[in-house]
């Protein structure tokens, strides 16, 4: 992960709806994750009632539960927590790769902006760098939320009115339906 952190203009989280899918692995170091996610939401304006906290065993079954939460159609952005430290086999590796493609599948599939926030590392010394140090990743991936779920907003009324216009050019048509 990059130290060079962009500048992020401040997003008014007041009305979104965000879910946090965290796993239970690594215990000590996924709260603090999810602490300062958390953290970083509500200090975005995003209200306490707005936030759902669903824990799942393991960073494995992330992707499953992120794509349950965007199929409801009730969250604006999901970010999915996890920790998973390299051991003596390469499952850290499987882990990293499978979540990550699956839960980029889930955010272009539903629409969802799904944040991926698990941490992947060589080390226990580097995981607790990016969950309780100095490089403080739970607020990235708030941050990360907080645009992408505004993105989510604002391209939705786009594609609504480009929808509409095709529908309106069609005779009130649907735009895309096969006939």
Do not use: W
């Not at 926030?117 to 490089?135: K, M």
Request: charged share 20%.
């Amino acid at each position: 992960m990059s130290q060079d952190k962009p500048h992020y203009e401040k997003v008014d989280g007041t009305d979104l709806l965000i879910a946090i899918v965290a796993a239970s692995y690594n215990q000590a170091l996924v709260d603090a994750l999810v602490k300062r996610t958390t953290k970083g939401l509500t200090a975005g304006g995003v209200k306490e009632a707005n936030l759902r906290l669903l824990m799942v065993p393991g960073s494995g079954e992330i992707p499953y539960a992120t794509n349950m939460l965007a199929l409801s159609g009730d969250y604006d952005c999901i970010i999915g927590l996890g920790v998973v430290i390299a051991g003596d086999t390469p499952h850290h590796e499987i882990i990293a790769h499978s979540t990550a493609k699956a839960m980029q599948d889930v955010a272009l599939r539903s629409e969802v902006p799904v944040i991926n926030g698990i941490i992947v590392t060589n080390t226990r010394h580097q995981a607790e760098e990016r969950c309780t140090g100095a490089l403080d990743r739970g607020m990235e991936f708030a941050q990360a939320a907080l645009i992408m779920a505004q993105h989510r907003l604002q391209l939705g009324e786009r594609l609504d009115q480009v929808e509409a216009e095709e529908r309106a050019k069609n005779g009130g048509h649907e735009p895309f339906a096969q006939n």
